[in-house]
């Protein structure tokens, strides 16, 4: 049986439909730091971690349109496959995620600027690569610290999951203020932990 294709929607379209009043929720699924860099006015921090562990209570808060959004799509597409499993289907993809909104010109908040997941791994990735080739030189069998880097990367990229990025996205720097399960909860229910900002406000 071929799965439907995830529901997107771009960018002009969703600030059109928030505009109209329409009732949209929209969930980053970004680490913490990385909401807190930068996120559009109204949207709930539930990170793809934490959303994976607690698929069924999140499910049980998600009643209305919902809108997924990432950096680019591709957690966002992870975490609708994880709630797609859980038995809710009013999902959409934010297409193109965060650049795709920030490109377009539309409104954000922005807090501390922090560098984003994929720009961690390319990162770490590239130094231990690096690091394994020069180090070869020394001690032979470092190239396989190399070769076993490469091959991580390649299985992410058929897989479209990344184990390095969710090691990463664990770190305290990462993390950012305390998020667990039930502080999101309280943030989608409208809870006494729900920021001020939730109010949808829009600049022209």
């Known amino acids: ?89 009013n999902l959409h993809i934010l297409e193109g995620g965060m650049l795709g909104w920030e490109s377009a010109g539309l409104p954000v908040n922005r807090g501390a600027d922090r560098w984003d997941l994929e720009r961690q791994v390319r990162l770490v990735a590239g130094s231990l690569v690096l690091g394994s080739v020069l180090g070869s030189v020394a001690v032979p069998k470092l190239k396989w610290l190399a070769a076993g880097i490469g091959g991580g990367l390649t299985f992410a990229a058929l897989s479209d999951t990344c184990a390095m990025g969710m090691l990463l996205s664990k770190l305290p720097y990462n993390r950012g203020a305390t998020h667990d399960l039930q502080n999101v909860v309280a943030q989608l229910t409208g809870g006494p932990s729900c920021p001020a900002e939730r109010k949808m406000t829009w600049s022209r």
């Open 1 to 89: 049986m071929i799965e439907p294709a995830a529901s997107t929607v771009d960018s002009h379209s969703l600030r059109e439909m928030l505009d109209s009043g329409k009732n949209v929720r929209i969930v980053d699924v970004r680490t913490p730091g990385e909401f807190e860099s930068v996120h559009i006015p109204g949207a709930y921090n539930v990170p793809l971690d934490l959303l994976r562990e607690h698929r069924d209570e999140f499910c049980a808060h998600l009643d209305e349109n919902v809108v997924l959004v990432c950096r680019s799509g591709q957690r966002a597409g992870q975490a609708e496959e994880t709630l797609r499993e859980a038995g809710l289907f």
